[in-house]
C-alpha cells in the first residue's frame, strides 16, 4: 500500500456493501483478478477478528488488539457485526490520498461516518432480492446464524449509495458491472462509475 500511485485520475475509497450474501466477496474477488494489472486499483486487506479462511483474503486481528486500536483511534474505520470485530487500516485512506483506488468491503452501518471523515468515499452497493440472499446463504453452508444474517438488515436505516448494482444474474454479470464501475471512478470519480454502470443496465 505504500508509494505514490499515479494520480491521472482521483484517488477514492470504495466501500462495497449489501446484506449477507448479496455477492459482496464474489464481485470483489472477480474485480480483483480482472483488474490485476492495473496498478492504481487496489484490493488491501481488512483486519478480522477470524481466523484466516478460504472465504475472504483479510488479515486476522486478535481481539486485544482489535480492541485497543478502537479505544486508541488507530483505525480508518472499524465495526462490529455477527460477533466479529472489521477494521481498515490508515495505510489505506493514506494510499487513496496518494491517488489510489482502494477498493474494501464495507458495512453499511458505517457509510455516513466514513464520508464524514475520510477522503474521496465512494458507496458501491450490491443488492438483491430477500429471497435470493436466502438461497444464496443457505447454499453457502458456512453460516450457523443463517437467520440472523438476513434479520441484520432489518435493523439498520437505508443508504444512500454513489452506485447501485443488482446483483441477481450471473457472478460475470455482476464481476462486470463492479469492474466497470471501478474504472470509472478510476478515471472520473462517481461521475464515470454511474456512466460506466448506467451505460450497462
Ligand atoms: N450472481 C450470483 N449468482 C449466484 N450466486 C452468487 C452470485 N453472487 C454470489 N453468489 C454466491 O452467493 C454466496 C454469497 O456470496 P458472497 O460470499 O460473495 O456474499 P457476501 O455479500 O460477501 O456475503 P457476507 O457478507 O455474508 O460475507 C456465495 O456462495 C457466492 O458464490
Ligand atoms: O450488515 P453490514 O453492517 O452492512 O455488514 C457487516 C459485515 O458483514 C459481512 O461480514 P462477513 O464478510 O460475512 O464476515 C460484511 O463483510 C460486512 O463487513
Redesign the pocket.
Known amino acids: 500500500m505504500s508509494g505514490a500511485a499515479d494520480r491521472s485520475g482521483p484517488g477514492a475509497l470504495v466501500l462495497v456493501v ?10 470483489i474477488d472477480g474485480a480483483r483478478a480482472a483488474l490485476a494489472g492495473d496498478e492504481r486499483i487496489r484490493f488491501p486487506h481488512r483486519l478480522v477478528t477470524r481466523p484466516v479462511s478460504a ?2 483474503a483479510h488479515d486476522t486481528i486478535s481481539q486485544a488488539d482489535f480492541d485497543e486500536g478502537v479505544a486508541t483511534g488507530r483505525f480508518a474505520l472499524w465495526w462490529r457485526a455477527h460477533g466479529l470485530g472489521y477494521a481498515i487500516p490508515r495505510k489505506v485512506t493514506q494510499a487513496v490520498e496518494d491517488g489510489a483506488v482502494c477498493v474494501v ?1 464495507g458495512s453499511r452501518s458505517r457509510v455516513e461516518a466514513a464520508r464524514a471523515a475520510l477522503p474521496g468515499v465512494v458507496v458501491v452497493e ?1 443488492t438483491a432480492p430477500r429471497e435470493v440472499l436466502a438461497a ?2 443457505a ?2 453452508g458456512r ?1 450457523e446464524d443463517a437467520q440472523a ?1 438476513l434479520a441484520r438488515s432489518d435493523g439498520l436505516a437505508p443508504i444512500e449509495a454513489d452506485v447501485t448494482i443488482v ?5 460475470e ?2 464481476i462486470a458491472a463492479l469492474v466497470a464501475a471501478l474504472r470509472g471512478i478510476g478515471t472520473r470519480g462517481v461521475a464515470g462509475a454511474l456512466e460506466e454502470v448506467g451505460a450497462r443496465q
Open positions: 449489501g446484506p449477507s450474501g448479496v455477492g459482496k466477496d464474489t464481485l472465504h475472504e468491503n450490491v444464496r446463504i447454499a453457502r453460516d444474517r446483483n441477481d444474474r450471473s457472478p454479470e455482476g
